[in-house]
């Protein structure tokens, strides 16, 4: 692929996590009282989330830079399977331990992948 190909699909990977964790970290600030500093724990949870579904496209970006084309297809497929997760989690109150356990396995699966030496 070319290397336009990989920014366009890495930004569209940025969207679909991003429109996925921000229901969700939104969600964790809902019992947050007004006036609550910035700097609280409710605060500090909501960035969380968001810095750990977002390490899949960290990983994926490292991937892009050392132009490592087998790292980033492992990446985008933890990336589809973050996303399929983040869609059983705000659509289905049902399947929630499955796709917590999905969600688990991309997140460890992006750390293991973004600190293998290649």
């Not at 019992?31 to 810095?51: C, K, N, P, Q, W």
């Not at 490292?62 to 869609?87: D, H, P």
């Not at 989690?89 to 396995?105: C, D, E, M, Q, Y």
């Amino acid at each position: 692929m070319n290397k336009l190909m990989y920014w366009i699909i890495w930004s569209l990977v940025l969207i679909v996590i991003n429109m996925g964790a921000f229901p969700i970290a939104a969600f964790s600030l809902f019992g947050t009282v007004e006036g609550t500093s910035i700097f609280s724990l409710d605060y500090l949870i909501a960035f969380s989330i968001m810095l750990l579904a977002n390490i899949v496209t960290i990983q994926l970006f490292v991937a892009i830079r050392k132009q490592n084309q087998k790292t980033f297809l492992i990446g985008l497929v933890l990336a589809i399977i973050e996303a399929c997760a983040f869609v059983l989690i705000i659509f289905t109150g049902t399947a929630f331990s499955v796709s917590l356990a999905l969600v688990l396995i991309s997140i460890i699966g992006a750390i293991v992948l973004l600190f293998k030496r290649n």
